[in-house]
């Protein structure tokens, strides 16, 4: 099946830093999506980008699904995007369904 | 629109005791899938739902674990008897389904969670 890469695997940042996370997949996907697991426990949907570049506040991200790679930046960090960031693909050979498959995540860590 | 919604948000049990886990997914869709995240390790798939039939359910680790999805609505995932390796935060997620739009490329929304303790 389908690897999925996240690095790195942790960050520490102060606050007002930027940051860039990096998801590599081992093979050609058609949905990408983004998440952010905060400290409780929640799991927020942050893009669904499976090509091309979105922007949502200080956050944006850029899929280049040729090159099997998709970037996640955080501009002027704030102590509340602290938690995991997670890569998920969706394996298009994986035919019994659609679900999909998660990376192990970066964890970030903004102190003030 | 109603985001997918799950319950109870934290449940504590003893060994060997049951939980059910509920989720109602957004109102139309058909997919439904089931995730847990153990021990701060990875988000495991546990299994997916199309409308009321199991479409995957290769991620169920054993046969303590029962989900259900009658009517094709909400869903409940038990686990009976609880273990202690069962503790974790279990999501449920759900997508458009065929005939909506291309769901193969559709995104998940996943609720809240269900954070799980077992004692």
């Known amino acids: 099946g389908i690897q999925v890469e996240q690095s790195p695997p942790d960050l520490i940042l102060q606050e007002g830093a930027n940051s860039t996370l990096r998801c590599n997949f081992s093979d050609s996907v058609n949905n990408l999506q983004w998440f952010h697991q905060n400290p409780w426990g929640q799991l927020i949907n942050l893009f669904y980008?499976?090509?091309g570049t979105k922007q949502n506040g200080r956050l944006s991200a850029t899929t280049v699904a040729t090159e099997r790679y998709s970037l996640l930046y955080i501009s002027s960090s704030q102590t509340t995007d602290s938690g995991v960031y997670f890569c998920a693909v969706r394996d298009p050979l994986w035919q019994a369904g659609t679900a999909l498959i998660f990376g192990k995540g970066t964890t970030l860590s903004v102190s003030s | 629109e109603a985001g997918v919604t799950q319950f109870p948000s934290h449940s504590v049990i003893e060994k060997g005791q049951t939980v059910t886990l509920r989720c109602d997914p957004i109102?139309?869709?058909?997919?439904l899938y089931w995730y847990r995240r153990v021990m701060g390790k990875e988000i495991k798939f546990l299994l997916h739902?199309?409308?009321?039939?199991?479409?995957?359910e290769s991620g169920m680790p054993n046969n303590r674990f029962l989900a259900e999805r009658t009517g094709g609505t909400y869903s409940t995932l038990k686990v009976q008897p609880a273990e202690l390796e069962d503790s974790g935060v279990y999501f449920c997620?759900?997508?458009?389904?065929?005939?909506?739009?291309?769901?193969?490329?559709?995104?998940?929304?996943f609720g809240n969670g269900t954070r799980l303790t077992v004692t």
């Open positions: 739902f199309v409308k009321e039939s199991k479409q995957d």
């Open positions: 997620a759900s997508s458009q389904g065929l005939g909506q739009s291309n769901s193969y490329n559709s995104p998940l929304h």
């Open positions: 109102s139309g869709h058909d997919n």
């Open positions: 980008i499976p090509s």
